[in-house]
């Protein structure tokens, strides 16, 4: 069996499973409470639905698309830059989860801007924070919808009959025409988003929350098998992971030049293009190129960097520059310059450039031949590594330690989530789980891509190292392992896509409508309206995704540090100090807010005013080279403090209600709290 029709197979019974649990998900929906069932599963999750939904949120397409190329592209140093990432269950849940549950119990909220609203009696707040939701989540839906479409085009392109009868009869009919326009006459790109958007669309407004959930347990086992069953045929490949190590060390080095799209470093919230280019040297007469290497850019048609060095010629008809010769006219180039921010050796214990030509001889042992490998970088034009820094400066090490471990505690499809487990006893065993699961995903996918080079060549990667690990599982795997890996891509951004439509959905129709407009909503209207928002949200993010901006994974990393330094501080400090008013809660979410959007104002307008022939830089302000998140954190937490001991106490009623034991804080409308064991 072909791995194109093993993937088909694959995609196949996934979608008949994902439809199956939104069925079930709807049946037990009509025998419970509609808001607190189809929002919040009624506060009923269990351990491994706990384990496995939290995990998925957490992880999107990018765990098996741009880490995976990270790694393959940088190697053993991103576990460093990765080795956090392994603490955000702990931190993440054990940092809010048993006290968030419990203080949404006795608030009886069902959303992140319920408890707001109720815990520090603001209305206005609440407005503000469904305002918020609203905003980032639709910016992060339209490149997640852009890449389940992509992904699910190239799922489909193995078909057989696709490529050859369908595509031409959706152009020949016309019956996609407006999109068409719209999206740049890409018609595989339409009918895969629209495929994506139908599918996520409809089992989500059908399930509701627990659809989601079972999907994420699905999913969440059938990729964390397939990592694992991945491991013993790609060492067996590579002649185990020693060998692998060994060989790429003693590999002659090429020319790096940094061309890595803004911190592309895992994203957490998206999927990144990492495209990797390879040139080969031009080999020019000695006379028009004087004693110099001549250095050629520019940008293809598919959008990539494309760099050319003429090297010069000695007498003897070879060629014999040091790389370091060759760093220093790409960085002198006027024409590279434009591109590339700088050039460094790849390693500096090689004083020359190897080729693949003829064996060095006696006199010249480090000739460059013909056909070298010159240009081997992971993105598209350079945005943000300065010169001489091999991976990333050291105030972006602590900045990601902050994002991955700090800031997923922030975001607010995490914290629903952990609003809707069972017990206490619950929460415990499910902050181990996903702590052993992220160490079966994250650390073997370092082993597998690090070793993957012994197996695939950058320049057999026509379409960019994202597709990496459905290449090299197509290489070493049985065919029904290498379905399973090739549509995991597909399945991880659909496990963040269908909780953020349920994120905005919850916002506009509790958040909004019902606590702010029309409190006497009947749960027939409710529900109406849950399942028209949820589908409308799904029909605007898919019209605004066929020509979406060209830089979505800058929106992405401002999505995420805008969640983290709006949300953080009100709830941490709301829900553990007794002394955070509603004064500190408004400032601790504006400072957090607007310091985000300010830091990265350069992200939205540079390049709009760059279309206007106003030149202003495109990258976000690192002040002190700190990432804008940990400036977001310390304006929120500080003002949020500051605000809080100099302005109005909370009222002593508010103090209680949260803070009392549960035996003496007993409202209306308060749910029981977890077991405590």
């Known amino acids: 069996m072909t791995h194109e029709l093993a993937t088909g197979l694959v995609f196949l019974v996934y979608m008949v499973g994902v439809f199956g649990l939104a069925i079930l998900s709807n049946r037990l929906l009509q025998k419970k409470s509609f808001l607190a069932e189809y929002f919040l599963g009624s506060r009923g999750l269990g ?135 719209v999206a740049g006459a890409d018609t595989g790109y339409v009918i895969g988003l629209l495929l994506f958007a139908f599918t996520v669309v409809v089992y989500t407004s059908y399930g509701g929350f627990r659809a989601v959930v079972w999907t994420d347990v ?69 006379a028009s190129v004087g004693s110099d290497p001549v250095v050629e850019a520019g940008e293809d048609e598919e959008g ?21 010769q060759v760093v220093d006219a790409v960085n002198a180039s006027p024409e590279a310059s434009r591109w590339v921010s700088a050039a460094i050796p790849s390693l500096e214990r090689y004083p020359f450039l190897v080729g693949d030509g003829p064996a060095p001889t006696t006199e010249h042992p480090n000739h460059l031949r013909p056909g070298t490998d010159l240009v081997f970088g992971p993105g598209l034009k350079q945005q943000g590594k300065g010169a001489g820094d091999p991976f990333h400066p050291i105030g972006m090490a602590i900045s990601f330690f902050f994002m991955w471990a700090i800031s997923g505690a922030g975001q607010p499809g995490t914290m629903v989530r952990l609003m809707a487990f069972r017990d206490s006893k619950t929460l415990r065993y499910a902050l181990f789980t996903v702590t052993i699961y992220f160490g079966c995903i994250y650390l073997p996918i370092i082993f597998l891509f690090t070793a993957a080079h012994q197996v695939i060549h950058p320049s057999e990667l026509t379409a960019g190292s994202d597709q990496i690990m459905p290449e090299l599982a197509s290489r070493v795997a049985p065919w029904w392992l290498a379905g399973i890996l090739i549509a995991a891509p597909f399945a991880a951004v659909m496990s963040t896509v269908d909780s953020f439509l349920l994120l905005i959905s919850s916002a506009v129709v509790r958040d ?51 969640f983290a330094a ?4 009100p709830i941490a400090l709301g829900i553990y100090w007794k002394r955070m008013s509603r004064f500190g809660a408004w400032m601790a979410m504006l400072g957090g807010f607007v310091t985000t959007v300010v830091l990265f104002s350069p992200v939205m307008l540079g390049r709009p005013l760059a279309a206007m022939g106003i030149s202003w830089r495109t990258e976000e302000i690192n002040l002190l080279g700190f990432h804008p998140l940990l400036w977001g954190l310390i304006a929120s937490f500080g003002l949020g403090v500051v605000c809080s001991l100099v302005g109005p106490r909370p009222p002593k009623d508010l103090i209680r209600r949260y803070f009392a034991r549960p035996e003496a804080a007993g409202f209306p409308g308060s749910e029981p709290e977890p077991t405590r064991v």
Do not use: C
């Not at 490149?143 to 696709?162: C, D, H």
């Not at 790096?256 to 990144?272: F, K, P």
């Not at 060095?309 to 014999?320: A, M």
């Not at 407009?517 to 209207?525: D, K, M, V, Y």
């Open 512 to 562: 909004i409508y019902q606590r702010s407009i029309n409190p006497e909503l009947s749960e027939r209207s409710v529900k109406i309206l849950s399942y028209s928002t949820t589908a409308l949200s799904g029909g605007l993010v898919t019209l605004m995704a066929l020509n979406p901006p060209r830089f979505l994974q800058d929106f992405i990393v401002m999505t995420g540090a805008g």
């Open 218 to 286: 699905m999913q969440g086992i059938v990729m964390g098998i397939g990592v694992l069953l991945l491991i013993p045929f790609t060492m067996h490949a590579v002649g185990g992971l020693g060998h692998a190590t060994k060989t790429l060390a003693e590999r002659p080095p090429r020319l790096v030049v940094g061309l890595a799209s803004r911190d592309n470093a895992i994203e957490y919230l998206g999927t990144t293009r990492a495209d990797v280019l390879v040139e080969h040297v031009a080999l020019p007469d000695a």
């Open 47 to 181: 351990v491994w639905a706990l384990a496995f939904t939290f995990a998925a949120t957490s992880a999107s397409g990018g765990s098996f698309t741009g880490y995976p190329s990270l790694v393959y592209t940088y190697g053993w140093i991103v576990a460093v830059w990765i080795s956090s990432y392994m603490i955000v269950p702990p931190v993440t849940m054990g940092l809010l989860g048993k006290r968030l549950n419990q203080v949404a119990r006795r608030a009886g909220a069902i959303t992140i801007p319920d408890v707001i609203r109720e815990r520090f009696a603001s209305p206005g707040l609440g407005l503000f924070a469904s305002g918020v939701i609203v905003f980032f989540t639709l910016t992060n839906l339209i490149a997640q919808f852009k890449a389940g479409g992509i992904i699910l085009n190239v799922l489909l392109e193995g078909t057989p009959g696709y490529r050859e009868s369908i595509v031409p009869w959706v152009e020949r009919t016309g019956v996609l025409g407006p999109m068409l326009t």
């Open 304 to 324: 990539r960097v494309r760099i050319t060095v003429g090297l010069p010629l000695n007498e003897r008809g070879d060629v014999g520059v040091s790389s370091r």
């Open 566 to 569: 709006t949300f953080l501080a």
